[in-house]
Nanobody
């Protein structure tokens, strides 16, 4: 079955950086569009960034210029590099991908931006 395991979250000061990783298994990773999403307390889950199988990327306006998304098809892993973090980036970050019409999620990793 599809498994997505996120890691790399933590507490960081404003302006700092974090790199999230998502290890994937159970599907053909190399042709899948992978996404990072986040959910802040009391808010709906929102799209942060996606990366397609040829490597095309898409970002939410709120993170453009600060976050980058990349993938390593040999390692079945997708990354989210987050720079210039702001308190409003605080959320649980989830890795997600759709297979056979069903959205699959990891367990999430907490990112807290605070001084």
């Amino acid at each position: 079955q599809v498994q997505l395991v996120e890691s790399g979250g933590g507490l960081v000061q404003p302006g700092g950086s974090l790199r999230l990783s998502c290890a994937a298994s159970g599907f053909v990773f190399s042709i899948a569009t992978m996404g990072w999403y986040r959910q802040a307390p009391g808010k709906q889950r929102e799209l942060v960034a996606t990366i397609g199988s040829p490597g095309s990327t898409n970002f939410a306006d709120s993170v453009k210029g600060r976050f980058t998304i990349s993938r390593d098809n040999a390692e079945n892993t997708v990354y989210l590099q987050m720079n210039g973090l702001k308190p409003e980036d605080t959320a649980v970050y989830y890795c997600g991908t759709r297979t056979f019409g069903v959205m699959n999620w990891g367990q999430g990793t907490q990112v807290t931006v605070s001084s």
